[in-house]
């Protein structure tokens, strides 16, 4: 009994959160609210769900990206959740224009930027990335001079 009260505050504190901030409608998050399955599963769907937050609360707070490009997110979350296990290593891709993410570019120092550009349809389709580091490639790879003798 005390599970299944901490259940419904838990899906009532997800809702809050999702339709409050209106990234999702309280239909779009059914499937993870749904009590006619036991309470595992209802546990299971909960740690789906906390993970969608996790994903667009992060994006929200670090990236600030706007609230449609928030939405997107949250769709392709939710359905991606909808037909598939758990899994925190998988990578969501959205699309985001460039000025949207201006501040967190122009204010962070990452080791690693990777842009990705696609282009053209199905069979015609070109895909073109780059990556730049701020470390080499393999560790005998030195940019410095360090360690040559002299000649």
Known sequence: MLLEICINKMKRDYISYFVGKEFATRTHLDYFLS???DLQEQVYRLQKLHHILEVVDN???FLKLEH??????TQSCINYY???????????????????VKNFYQNAHPQVW???ISSGQEQKKVRTI?????TPPAEHVNSSNEGEQPS
């Open 35 to 37: 009590t006619p399955v």
């Open 130 to 134: 780059w990556q730049l580091s701020t």
């Open 68 to 73: 449609e490009s928030l939405i997107f997110l």
């Open 114 to 116: 990777r842009v990705e």
């Open 82 to 100: 909808k037909e598939n296990p758990l899994n925190d290593m998988h990578e969501f891709h959205l699309p985001v224009r460039t000025a949207s």
């Open 59 to 61: 994006c929200l707070d």
